[in-house]
């Protein structure tokens, strides 16, 4: 026999299954949030927010909770090609006026869930979901000390990470872009960068790129990016130094390396992107990764997951009909991350693609950029609601400019994904970028 004890039953117990239990329960919801780790491991990704992200978890109620944990990176520091470029301040320069954060992802996970506790969230850690059937009313079966139980909830909330088996037992689609990169990520501890600077260093010569996210006193997240058909891979405690040989090939400065040690499991992982459209069926409703897992090159994920939960509370507590809420957040969902896929896209083929198409497409924009007539998306630090400007960035991509300013149409360059209607609409987005003629 099945039982409807709870309103909620949320599948997973990390940033965006933790977060949406905090709100909902405050909302007067009985959630349960079934989490099978008892403790958090460290899983490498998702360790840096952008202010449009930072401005989400205020709006979530779990800010407070999470910022004795975080380190305020105020200034990103560009590297392209071994050059040393402006360092940005991140507060002045973004609508939010917050700076990125960096934050050890198994502490933010173990905060946040803990909120979720004292919202009046019911937590089991250890039990395992068995499986999700979607329906009027939805159903979920909980594995817990040897024996399951079945519940029927008004909804089932999936939100457990990339590898989603609520959105396989759903029978939810995912779509994907193709794999291009490895992005793979270490800990150091002692390492002597600035601890309120984000560093970003790309060398689009060999399609790589090293990151450095201080976390404070000394502990920096550090990711190297490295293409799918590198004939090395970095993987395990005998690559710590191969890590560091490619971070300083990227352009990291080799000094912040010197006296750093490496402390936690290295691994890589594919960096594409993949995603469902319309991440609602009959009672179940997916967020955060198991909706869509951007490309972490650009580090929208944590951001993202954030918007996700923010969304979907914000029309379940505006409209009874949750099924009819649930839809709404679907479209919208399609919307905001279409938005933020195309402009990473964008960002990867001018900072990181390697070949002499991407050359020319860079000897063709980056002047541009430099010379203040073009400018490359800035949805990354300011988030999807900051609109496209089409004619500022279609100079940024065009063959030439003429003398009264205007654009000439660029060739626009073949994409290797023409499969699907998202990347037909991604070719058509990129096509306008390409050719539009615009007075600037």
């Known amino acids: 026999m099945s039982r409807t004890d709870y309103d909620i039953v949320v599948v997973g117990g990390g940033l965006g299954g933790a977060a949406f239990a905090v709100v909902m329960a405050k909302a007067g919801a009985r959630v349960l949030v079934v989490e099978r780790e008892t403790h958090f491991q460290d899983r490498i990704r998702g360790e840096f927010m952008e202010p449009w992200g930072v401005a989400e978890t205020r709006r979530l109620g779990i800010y407070d909770a999470i910022r004795s944990a975080a380190n305020d990176n105020p200034f990103w520091q560009l ?3 071994g050059m040393k470029l402006d360092r940005r301040d991140i507060v002045a320069t973004t609508p939010h006026n917050s700076p990125n954060l960096a934050i050890y992802h198994l502490m933010l996970q173990e905060l946040v869930l803990a909120e979720a506790a004292k919202a009046g969230a019911e937590v089991r850690r250890g039990a395992k979901v068995c499986e999700v059937k979607p329906g009027n009313p939805p159903a979920v079966a909980i594995e817990s000390k040897g024996r399951v139980e079945e519940l029927s909830p008004r909804l089932v909330v999936g939100a457990d990470g990339r590898s989603s088996m609520a959105r396989k037992w759903c029978g939810f689609a995912t779509k994907r872009e ?15 960068a600035p601890e309120d600077t984000a560093i970003g260093a790309y060398n689009p010569t060999i399609g790589q790129v090293g990151f450095l996210f201080p976390q404070g006193d000394g502990r920096v997240r550090a990711y190297d990016v490295y293409p799918i058909d590198a004939d090395f891979r970095l993987q395990g405690e005998n690559s710590t130094d191969r890590f560091v040989a490619e971070a300083l090939n990227s352009g990291v400065p080799p000094e912040y390396y010197k006296s750093a040690r490496a402390s936690g499991p290295l691994a890589s992982f594919i960096s594409a ?10 009672g179940v409703v997916l967020i955060g990764d198991a909706a869509s897992a951007s490309d972490p090159i650009f580090g929208q994920g ?12 914000d029309f379940l507590r505006e409209n009874q009909d ?3 809420a649930c839809r709404a957040y679907a479209q919208a969902h399609d919307q905001y991350f279409t938005i933020l896929r195309e402009a990473d896209n964008c960002l990867r083929e001018i900072l990181v693609d390697r070949g002499p198409e991407a050359d020319a497409r860079r000897a063709r924009a980056l002047p541009r950029v430099a010379q203040g007539i073009a400018q490359m998306p800035d949805q990354g630090f300011c988030g999807p609601d900051k609109p496209f400007d089409e004619g500022r960035i279609a100079a940024a991509y065009s063959a030439t400019i003429s003398a009264d300013g205007r654009s000439r149409p660029g060739r626009f360059p ?10 037909r609409r991604w070719n058509s987005f990129r096509y306008i970028w390409f050719n539009r003629t615009t007075t600037q």
């Open 79 to 81: 590297y392209l090609s």
């Open 178 to 192: 193709p794999d291009r990169y490895y992005i793979a990520g270490l800990l150091f501890e002692q390492m002597s």
């Open 273 to 282: 992107d993949h995603w469902v459209e319309s991440p609602y069926r009959d």
């Open 302 to 313: 944590l951001s993202l997951t954030c918007r996700d939960v923010r969304v979907l509370t």
């Open 322 to 324: 949750w099924a009819e």
């Open 414 to 423: 073949k994409s290797a994904t023409t499969r699907s209607t998202s990347c």
